[in-house]
Every structure is written in structure tokens, then in C-alpha cells.
């Protein structure tokens, strides 16, 4: 579950939110004032945060401006009353990853943060790859998605590199389908699925030059990545 920091001093509109933030399982931490989302985020760790702007004792703009020097690359999103183009500059330039103007719809806000949470993450994952990892007799280069052994170097796009990668985070697990196809796709209906199956199969062929590695497929129920 993703866990939110919700700075909001409105006690009424704030109690709403978090509640239907949570029945979409998100974890949910609710400062009602800026100095209490501070003391809050120094002592847990979130994965975005929610600020409204205008707030007590700190507001939602010096919020930020505390929580980037603190941490540069947690994720915030600002929500506003306030529909000014000002506000909404001076908010993208502290590095917001959204500005959300009052009222709103909750699923578009439940979206935005289940999006930028998702590209963060890929993001905090990219960044920490070496840039060379060993795949049984293979060499993967993470920069130029080039599969390499003694015989050849075989070229991947970038969704067969994704792929590659995530089953090899999780080699010699069994994973479900669907958390393959929301990780790699972001999409688990029937079309997603049938794309996935053509690109299992051509990972299989890439691979086939080693045989201590499978990719097996459990009927109804996910994948393998098997290195021996």
C-alpha cells in the first residue's frame, strides 16, 4: 500500500479525502497544519505527498520548500482554492508534480498520484541499475538494451528490456500476470496480456543460448524466470 502525506487544515474536506484515499488503498498520514505535516515527515517515509496550500503555522508553498531540502526526490502534489496562474508557476518551480485546483473530481486526483508514483518509481529504479548486470552467460547492458554473450549481441527495444528486467528482479519467483503487466504495461485487460505473451516469446528466444534459464509460464496463475 502507498503511503500519503496529507497536509490539509480543513477538517471536514480532509476527513472526506482521507477516507476515500483509503478505500483505494492508500496508506493515509493527515497533518491539519504545516508544521505537523513537517514533524510527520521527518519521522516516517511516504511515497507522495498532498499539501494544500493555503495552512496555519506553515503554508503549503514553505511545506515543500522544507520537504525537498529534506528529501529532493519524494514527489508532492499541491491542492488549491486558488485557480491563479501565479500560484501555479510558483508551485511547478518548487518541482511540484501537480497543482490540483478545488473542487475536483477524487478518482482524476486518485489517477494523477497512482501516475506520478508509478513514473517515480520506474525513475528511482532506473537511476539505481547498473549499468552492465549478469543474466547466466549473458552480459545485459541497461543503457544500450543490448543483450550480449561470446556469440552475439542482440538488440531489445525498450519494453523487452523492461520486461527483462522486472523478471529478472524477480527470478526464480512465481509472479502473477497482472502484477507483470501493471509493472511492464501499466495495463492488465486482455490486449496487454496477449502483448506480453508475444514478447515472453521472444525473450525465450533471445535466451535460448543459455539453457540454465527458462521462462515458465503456470496456467491461470503468472511466470518463472528460472536461472539454475
Given at each position: ?225 528460472k536461472i539454475l
Open positions: 500500500m502507498r503511503k500519503i502525506l496529507l497536509a490539509e487544515d480543513d477538517i471536514d474536506f480532509g476527513a472526506i479525502l482521507k477516507q476515500y484515499l483509503e478505500l483505494q488503498n492508500f496508506t493515509i498520514i493527515w497533518a491539519k497544519d504545516g508544521e505537523e505535516a513537517l514533524d510527520l515527515f521527518k519521522t516516517n517515509s511516504f511515497d507522495i505527498c498532498v499539501l494544500d496550500v493555503m495552512m496555519p503555522k506553515i503554508d503549503g508553498f514553505t511545506l515543500a520548500e522544507k520537504i525537498v531540502d529534506s528529501n529532493p526526490e519524494i514527489p508532492f502534489v499541491f491542492l488549491t482554492a486558488r485557480n491563479q496562474n501565479e500560484d501555479k508557476i510558483k508551485g511547478l518551480k518548487l518541482g511540484a508534480d501537480d497543482y490540483i485546483v478545488k473542487p475536483f473530481e477524487a478518482d482524476e486526483l486518485v489517477l494523477r498520484l497512482t501516475n506520478i508514483i508509478k513514473r517515480t518509481e520506474k525513475r528511482s529504479f532506473t537511476n539505481a541499475l547498473p549499468n552492465q548486470i549478469e543474466i547466466g552467460i549473458f552480459t545485459f547492458d541497461t543503457n544500450r538494451f543490448e543483450l550480449k554473450s561470446s556469440q552475439k549481441i542482440q538488440q531489445l527495444t525498450e519494453k523487452e528490456a523492461s520486461l527483462l528486467l522486472f523478471l529478472f528482479q524477480h527470478k526464480n519467483q512465481l509472479v502473477k500476470r497482472e502484477q507483470v503487466l501493471k509493472a511492464v504495461w501499466e495495463n492488465d485487460d486482455f490486449f496487454s496480456g496477449r502483448s506480453m505473451d508475444v514478447f515472453i516469446s521472444k525473450l525465450r528466444k533471445y535466451l535460448i543460448e543459455d539453457t540454465t534459464i527458462s521462462i515458465e509460464s503456470i496456467r491461470n496463475i503468472g511466470l518463472e524466470f
